[in-house]
């Protein structure tokens, strides 16, 4: 059986800690960093992706 697992940077993870009520600005910045740096996760959630989608048709 093939694994499966996903590799996480543990490092980037540790010092890149995701604000405590952050604004969805943060989280759109923090997940795409996250996507350049680690493994962990493939995309990023979907609410983001709806809000980025937004944004971008209002530009």
Known sequence: MKNLS???NA???KEHKM???AT?????KWHL?????CQCRTDI????KAEMK???SKT
């Open 45 to 48: 959630p979907e609410k983001l």
């Open 54 to 56: 937004k944004r971008e």
């Open 11 to 13: 490092e980037w993870h």
């Open 24 to 28: 969805v600005e943060e989280r759109i």
């Open 6 to 8: 996903k590799k996480i």
């Open 19 to 21: 604000p405590k009520s």
């Open 33 to 37: 960093e996250h996507l350049k740096n």
